[in-house]
């Protein structure tokens, strides 16, 4: 896509983790807020983020992983055991991410990671419920733009400005649809500016 490929676009997302949500509930915070019912499995997920960096990385384009315990406990192991757990556990099967994958943090309540409070503050919550908490939220207090679950996904474009939030359970390949429509939006913008 001319145009684009000098930009530095980030999909942060927190990986591990599933979560159910309340019939009715918004899953994506957009324009035109959508539900979606597909249950994942953790292999689906990873090797589906593995190639939409692939796809696009070629664009400026990047995925940031933030590791979290905070959603049933689901990631216990330390820093420095990450890797090797994705490698041989969850995923398994020599899984190597080929995206940036940080420091495990944080994303909710009062140590959360700085860049969780500018993103939530920037979006609008995806959804109003976060289901029954005992024993499967770790933070306190509970507030509506909270971070719902693992793998609640968000879009910041080439300015630093994030742009779109996606429930958790939203596909990556709905994710994927809705990221290359908006390089389309600023591909177009940027003819227009051409033409000026």
């Known amino acids: 896509m001319p145009g684009i490929q000098d930009s530095l676009w980030v999909l942060s997302l927190l990986i591990f983790g599933l979560q159910s949500w309340a019939e009715g509930e918004s899953l994506r915070q957009v324009c035109d807020p959508a539900r979606d019912g597909t ?40 820093n420095h055991e990450l890797l090797a757990q994705l490698k041989y556990v969850r995923p398994g099967n020599g899984f190597v991410p080929n995206f940036e994958l940080f420091e495990k943090g944080d994303v909710n309540g009062e140590k959360e990671q700085e860049v969780y409070t500018f993103l939530k503050n ?63 939006q600023l591909l177009s913008q940027s003819r227009q500016l051409d033409f000026k």
Request: glycine share 8%; charged share 25%; hydrophobic share 35%.
């Open 39 to 78: 249950i994942y499995d953790y292999k689906a997920k990873y090797l589906e983020l593995n190639a939409l960096h692939e796809e696009l990385k070629h664009y400026g384009f990047t995925i940031l992983g933030f590791p979290c315990n905070q959603f049933g406990k689901q990631e216990p192991a330390t």
């Open 122 to 184: 920037a979006c609008p919550p995806v959804g109003d419920s976060f289901g029954d908490p005992v024993n499967r939220l770790f933070w306190q207090p509970l507030k509506i733009n909270d971070i719902k679950w693992n793998f609640e996904k968000f879009l910041v474009g080439p300015d630093g400005k994030p742009v779109m939030r996606w429930f958790p359970r939203i596909p990556v390949s709905e994710v994927r649809s809705d990221i290359l429509k908006y390089f389309g």
